[in-house]
């Protein structure tokens, strides 16, 4: 199988990776911090998330050399240094989307089965998921998001009856610049998820499309976090939002239009789940993939002992108070740190390959549509 | 102990079935026995409930503590 993805996949793919790990229980620390302006902070996120996407895209015969970046018989040390911090990256937001899927399935929906052998179980099936390449990923991303984001984008009008729009007013107030600005702090290592694309990017084809692609998903992906947020401050308000740790289910649970529609709880949780799959599968696929870089060697014979050590990752929170301070505060400054790295470094690889002036000409030659 | 009887299991079947392939590779059985050990090894600290929390503790207190410095709570 090819190891190929479309610029619609591609789009999918990053829409999802924002979205389904954000709705866990991030909203809840940003209504406490920004309060009924909780739905300016996505937005401002999404103008510096965009920025950021808009600026790191640019050049596509820069992007196109950039793929032998990820080549295993690549032995250049700064590729590997920054393949490295994206291997890093990635390794993190595993172990904290892992154990939040896991905490969710905790304590919502299988409270007497151990933790350890609900992260088992899931493990085996994203290792096989990850098995089947990044064109397998890319096509039940496809299906799991269309669903999910068909669902949040039918919300408003589910829950028509309980929106409430006096509890996002008033807009402003006195502290809310400072408390905005920290709320943004907090959120938008969330959305520079979106940064996944410097790691998808081989994988694209035609690469030409990588810009308005990249826009697009991270478009998609805020979008429904903006839906979900402006939803939880009108219909839960900010005294129920800021309190849940699951605010999301605990608004899905306010649908109540008919009696037959009293329990879509449940029916969305099903939807959702399958798409955190996809993104936790992914991730699964983007370690092992970097790893091999590092190595030198394209061999996913290792993936099984690697999946089973990445399930027992659950063992490195103590509780779901630990969990959630390490999502809240420490991914923060964390998250932060590593994908400003990630920016600089691949900034840098970016313009240090533009100097190979004779084979960015070769290789224009090659693809027409690049010049 | 659970988590260990079937980290073993499914490592001890896998090894088995690609014992013909780590035979012959022997850079590659080398990176997975190295793996393995390591599942072992974890499944391990799981069956005798030694948490390895004090990574994601200590980061709590020094990564974590910068963001509640910036932003105040």
Redesign the interface.
């Known amino acids: 199988m090819k190891n190929q993805i479309s610029s619609f996949q591609f789009s999918l793919i990053i829409g999802n990776f924002i979205f389904s790990g954000t709705i866990v229980s991030v909203q809840q620390i940003v209504i406490e911090v920004a309060k009924q302006n909780a739905w300016i902070v996505i937005l401002i996120s999404y103008l510096i998330i965009i920025g950021i996407v808009y600026f790191i895209s640019a050049n596509k015969a820069k992007l196109e050399k950039l793929r032998g970046l990820y080549d295993t018989g690549n032995s250049n040390k700064f590729h590997k240094v920054f393949v490295f911090i994206l291997l890093l990256f990635l390794f993190i937001v595993f172990i904290r989307d892992f154990r939040a899927v896991n905490g969710f399935i905790d304590i919502v929906l299988l409270p007497d089965t151990p933790i350890d052998v609900i992260a088992l179980l899931m493990i085996l099936s994203l290792i096989y998921i990850s098995l089947a390449g990044i064109e397998v990923i890319a096509r039940i991303t496809v299906i799991h998001f269309f669903v999910i984001a068909t669902i949040f984008v039918a919300c408003p009008l589910l829950l028509i009856n309980e929106i409430n729009f006096k509890n996002i007013q008033p807009i402003g107030g006195v502290h809310a610049l400072a408390d905005i600005l920290k709320a943004v702090y907090l959120i938008t290592p969330w959305m520079g998820e979106a940064l996944i694309l410097v790691f998808l990017m081989m994988f694209i084809n035609p690469i030409e499309k990588i810009r308005i692609s990249s826009i697009f998903g991270t478009t998609l992906g805020i979008l429904g976090v903006f839906i979900s947020t402006i939803l939880l401050l009108t219909v839960l308000g900010v005294g129920v939002a800021s309190e849940a740790t699951h605010p999301n289910i605990e608004l899905i649970q306010q649908i109540n239009l008919t009696d037959f529609l009293d329990r879509l709880d449940l029916i969305i949780v099903t939807v959702w789940l399958p798409a955190m799959f996809c993104k936790l599968a992914l991730l699964v696929f983007g370690i092992q993939k970097s790893l091999n870089i590092l190595r030198g060697s394209d061999d996913d014979k290792g993936l099984l002992p690697l999946g089973l050590i990445l399930g027992l990752t659950t063992q490195l929170f103590s509780s779901n108070i630990d969990h959630l301070e390490f999502a809240f505060f420490t991914w923060a400054t964390l998250g932060m740190t590593l994908e400003v790295l990630i920016i600089l470094l691949f900034i840098l690889i970016k313009n240090k390959h533009s100097g190979l002036g004779k084979t960015a000409k070769k290789n224009s030659k090659i693809h027409p549509s690049l010049e | 102990m659970?988590?260990l009887m079937?980290?073993l299991f499914?490592?001890g079947i896998?090894l088995f079935k690609?014992k013909t392939?780590l035979q012959k590779?022997k850079?590659?059985k080398g990176?997975?026995l190295f793996?393995?050990t390591?599942?072992i090894g974890?499944?391990i600290?799981?069956a005798m409930e030694l948490?390895?929390?004090f990574?994601?503790?200590y980061?709590?207190q020094t990564?974590?503590?910068?963001?509640?410095q910036?932003?105040?709570?």
């Open positions: 659970l988590i079937s980290v499914i490592v896998y690609i392939f590779d850079k590659e990176w997975i793996l393995s390591l599942a974890m499944g600290l799981t948490r390895e929390d990574i994601i503790k980061l709590n990564i974590g503590y910068i963001t509640k910036v932003i105040k709570i």
